[in-house]
């Protein structure tokens, strides 16, 4: 198993799929017998893992200084595939049942290895349907960079984004962008802790294939233990991202057409890390972060 980058696996997962279909002939697998459903199972652990990372790294203390402040910086988020999602159990319709295939399969999903090859217990159905192969990944990594300003009245604000950047011209170009805010009620107060809460809003989009939205909530309270600083939060997420392609069909029974793939997912969201700060200028901060997929964000910035 290996890594795979967010950019990476929304190409593969994209390509994969419009693959399988167009390999196979039955001329009705694309409505008819489910392959949505087998589409959507399939590309689940990536999807997840997309919008998971996306909501990573939002903020490193609840503390939040006044007067001007600025901080630049950059996190890289590694979110963990789970073995259990590496598979998955395919239903198939009662039309390919029918026909002497199994009633259910165990398969790959897109992180998973080798697609299941499916057999009619029939002679004379001699056509084999062949599930998609995974890309075979344990990881998802992304690299989050992140502009902070503050502070009014205990709040900040915060940028995240990365340029539109081509990765194949087939699917052409990847672009991001995040906004949010940062309040501290305790701004206000001298107590052992600070505390904060975090609202932020994240847009996506691949080429004409893939867009998504997610909005994240947490709230965060970190205690200054001399040097290092140790922080921990609780946020509610919810993501929705869209699969879209044309597929061509190599049987002239089976009608090309288009093919989207809509997913929602809602999510609680643990985290605790640490953070220090070095030469009064450089943040450097790690936290983990225990979900339906975990992950583990390193993140080095500039602050002023």
Do not use: W
Not at 104 to 125: M, Q
Not at 243 to 259: A, K, N, Q
Request: hydrophobic fraction near 45%; include cysteine.
């Amino acid at each position: 198993m290996r890594h795979i980058s967010i950019g990476f696996c929304l190409c593969v997962f994209v390509t994969l799929t419009s693959t399988s279909v167009q390999a196979q002939s039955l001329p009705s697998l694309v409505e008819q017998l489910g392959i949505k459903e087998l589409a959507r199972d399939y590309l689940r652990p990536a999807v997840d893992a997309v919008g998971y990372t996306i909501n990573s790294a939002l903020s490193h203390t609840a503390k939040i200084d006044s007067g001007l402040t600025l901080r630049l910086g950059g996190s890289f988020i590694n979110t963990y595939i789970p073995e259990e999602q590496r598979e998955f159990m395919a239903k198939l319709p009662a039309e390919l049942t029918q026909l002497g295939f199994p009633g259910t399969i165990t398969t790959a999903t897109i992180a998973g290895g080798k697609g299941a090859v499916l057999r009619s217990s029939d002679p004379n159905v001699p056509q084999e349907i062949v599930l998609p192969d995974g890309a075979d990944f344990s990881n998802v990594f992304f690299v989050m960079p992140q502009l902070s300003i503050g502070s009014v009245l205990g709040t900040e604000l915060l940028f995240r984004g990365l340029p539109p950047v081509t990765y194949t011209t087939e699917l052409g170009k990847v672009s991001f962008y995040g906004i949010g805010i940062k309040h501290a009620p305790t701004y206000f107060a001298e107590l052992p802790f600070d505390l904060a809460f975090i609202a932020a809003y994240h847009q996506f989009q691949l080429g004409d294939m893939v867009d998504g939205t997610s909005m994240a909530g947490m709230a965060q309270i970190s205690v200054d233990a001399e040097a290092v600083t140790i922080y921990g939060g609780l946020g509610y997420e919810a993501y929705q991202i869209n699969v879209g392609y044309e597929y061509v069909s190599t049987d002239p029974l089976v009608p090309s057409g288009r093919i989207d793939l809509d997913f929602r997912r809602r999510n609680l969201r643990f985290s605790l890390g640490a953070a220090m700060t070095l030469f009064d200028f450089v943040l450097v901060a790690a936290d983990y972060s225990f979900g339906e997929q975990d992950n583990l964000s390193l993140t080095a910035a500039l602050q002023f």
